[in-house]
């Protein structure tokens, strides 16, 4: 079992996850060594995240990672930053109820909270069961940490936070309990006192939701937007389509406080707020036909604007034998979203509603990779690409066999290739899911990314170059998407032929500190520009001015699709 994180150098993960991921500034309450915002700042690089610390050596420790850190005692200076533009969140870690006046400095902080700014709090529960216990007993010791910290001088019940949330002038958005450690204890304890809790008429059920939780955090904000529920439909993972297309851009949109749904089956998506927009995105729906217009009108029944999401040509549904003439899938939604401008230009054909939002990274990954620089290992992970790499074996086999152990491959899912290739130095790995795929690229210094020059091809995405940038891997690729994206001999290599591979391979082995140089290039390129972070705010914008426009847009999908409403 890993060691428990540090008290004072651990990332909330739940907590992380809230922090909307649109945020110019952030300041982190108590910001202990600064890892929670150092987290963020992989998420969100652009972001000034500035930090109080009362422990002169955590803050010492947290300057290093922060944009800027005060050290001091919140309750004697509560803003120590004059933040150009004000502050789009606000974090209070296990903070609160460490204060004399936590209210007070509450209300000093929510006067500095940007009009649409964000407040998290994560409090420890004063319901919490085993406080109870220890009453019963007679005991209420303190000690160095957990629930009876004695640096604790408030306590507050989510009832009470929700209150002082409240007093300084903000709305409550939504609350959430951490994972419970030794649920089952809870649960047996509340089973022993049910017979009491009935006396004082007090569900037990509910009394289990309030007492179960070690810790709630609580979202709230200055002000805010209606609330959005956003319901997304999801293919079987494969190759991390799913994952960039639709799990992680999800993710991405609620950390904005006014937004809720999830992924699940088309069938299941309901309504859960009365007067909130709503949106259903259909990952690559195959919609033909009777049953593609029932599935349609089963949404639009309910309130739904639709979004097609779709991330390929279309004609690949022609050549897999699909009856173009029936297909409900691009004309009958009311928008399609996809990855590409190539694409958007193939899908205006079908609907005039479209919107390009390019793959994009969500977290930028701690590297990994470059440890042993007397080799160098290339991963070759690609779906169905025998066309791709056919012309490219010959030399691949050639500079493998002239270097010996110095090159390393490793093979992802294609098998073919696996066995095509003339070296003992080689491994295989199956199919898997996509964080076991990040994790693979990060143990590569070299990423493989052959492209035939094609109609299919050419409206692809750089997806596999931003994923390798992301993980501080160069890129060796062809001209094929990549040209538009790669700097040659700056951000990545590229070859246009097998003789241009042959050179630039041998000179990213032959060079190791070069083949570095590059991957940080490109790692420092996805930072800048391509992070979820940075087109967040325009998928909000997009969504919510298609709401705006629902009788515009579903007028002129009576015209496109009539039978869609017959």
């Known amino acids: 079992m890993p060691p428990s994180p540090s008290p004072t150098d651990y990332a909330n993960p739940e907590l992380l996850e809230k922090i909307p991921l649109t945020a110019k500034t952030v300041l982190d309450v108590g910001c202990r060594r600064g890892a929670l915002g150092a987290a963020y700042l992989r998420r969100n690089p652009r972001a000034t995240v500035l930090g109080i610390e009362l422990n002169p050596e955590d803050a010492e420790a947290a300057r290093a990672r922060l944009s800027e850190v005060f050290c001091g005692d919140v309750e004697q200076t509560p803003m120590p930053f004059a933040p150009e533009g004000g502050i789009d969140c606000i974090i209070y870690g296990d903070v609160l109820e460490h204060l004399v006046d936590p209210w007070a400095v509450l209300a000093a902080h929510a006067r500095h909270l940007n009009p649409g700014g964000t407040?998290?709090?994560?409090?420890?529960?004063?319901?919490?069961?085993?406080?109870?216990?220890?009453?019963?007993?007679?005991?209420?010791?303190?000690?160095?940490?957990?629930?009876?910290?004695?640096?604790?001088?408030?306590?507050?019940?989510?009832?009470?936070?929700?209150?002082?949330?409240?007093?300084?002038?903000?709305?409550?958005?939504?609350?959430?309990?951490?994972?419970?450690?030794?649920?089952?204890?809870?649960?047996?304890?509340?089973?022993?006192?049910?017979?009491?809790?009935?006396?004082?008429?007090?569900?037990?059920?509910?009394?289990?939701?309030?007492?179960?939780?070690?810790?709630?955090?609580?979202?709230?904000?200055?002000?805010?937007?209606?609330?959005?529920?956003?319901?997304?439909?999801?293919?079987?993972?494969?190759?991390?389509?799913?994952?960039?297309?639709?799990?992680?851009p999800l993710r991405a949109l609620r950390t904005d406080s006014a937004v809720f749904g999830g992924i699940g089956p088309e069938a299941d998506i309901a309504p859960t707020f009365p007067g909130a927009a709503r949106i259903a995105v259909l990952h690559r729906p195959l919609l033909l036909g009777d049953?593609?217009?029932?599935?349609?009108?089963?949404?639009?029944?309910?309130?739904?604007?639709?979004?097609?999401?779709?991330?390929?040509?279309?004609?690949?549904?022609?050549?897999?034998?699909?009856?173009?003439?029936?297909?409900?899938?691009?004309?009958?939604?009311?928008?399609?979203?996809?990855?590409?401008?190539?694409?958007?230009?193939?899908?205006?054909?079908?609907?005039?509603?479209?919107?390009?939002?390019?793959?994009?990274?969500?977290?930028l990954p701690q590297p990994a990779n470059f440890t042993t620089p007397d080799r160098l290992t290339l991963l070759f992970a690609a779906i169905n690409r025998q066309d791709d790499w056919a012309p490219y074996i010959g030399v691949i086999n050639e500079v493998a066999r002239a270097v010996g152990g110095r090159l390393r491959i490793n093979v992802l899912h294609d098998q073919p290739f696996f066995e095509a290739l003339d070296t003992p130095h080689k491994q295989f790995l199956p199919l898997t899911d996509y964080a076991t795929y990040l994790r693979v690229l990060q143990d590569a210094e070299i990423s493989f990314m052959p492209l035939e020059d094609n109609l299919f091809n050419r409206a692809k995405s750089d997806l596999k170059f931003i994923e390798a940038g992301a993980a501080r891997v160069c890129a060796l690729a062809s001209p094929t998407v990549y040209d538009q994206s790669i700097r040659d001999g700056k951000t990545g290599m590229m070859f246009r032929d097998a003789t241009e591979l042959r050179a630039n391979l041998l000179k990213m082995l032959a060079y190791p500190e070069v083949t570095r140089q590059l991957a940080d290039n490109a790692r420092a390129y996805v930072a800048e520009n391509r992070m979820l972070a940075y087109q967040t705010e325009a998928r909000l914008t997009w969504y919510r001015s298609l709401w705006a426009r629902r009788d515009e847009l579903t007028a002129a999908l009576k015209v496109r699709a009539p039978e869609l409403f017959g």
């Open 119 to 248: 407040v998290l709090v994560c409090m420890p529960n004063a319901e919490h069961w085993s406080m109870v216990a220890r009453l019963l007993t007679g005991r209420f010791d303190y000690s160095d940490d957990g629930l009876m910290d004695r640096g604790h001088l408030r306590w507050f019940t989510p009832r009470m936070m929700g209150e002082a949330l409240t007093k300084a002038g903000l709305e409550l958005a939504d609350l959430a309990p951490r994972p419970v450690p030794n649920a089952d204890k809870a649960q047996q304890f509340v089973e022993a006192i049910s017979p009491a809790l009935h006396h004082l008429g007090i569900d037990p059920r509910d009394y289990l939701d309030r007492a179960g939780p070690l810790q709630f955090i609580w979202r709230a904000r200055k002000a805010g937007p209606a609330r959005l529920e956003i319901a997304a439909t999801m293919l079987n993972p494969q190759g991390g389509v799913s994952d960039v297309r639709v799990v992680e």
């Open 291 to 363: 049953s593609g217009l029932a599935r349609l009108r089963a949404l639009i029944d309910k309130g739904y604007l639709v979004i097609s999401e779709f991330d390929d040509h279309p004609s690949f549904l022609e050549q897999r034998g699909v009856d173009v003439s029936e297909l409900m899938t691009f004309k009958a939604v009311h928008a399609i979203q996809t990855s590409t401008r190539p694409l958007a230009e193939a899908l205006l054909a079908h609907n005039p509603e479209v919107a390009v939002f390019p793959n994009a990274i969500f977290e």
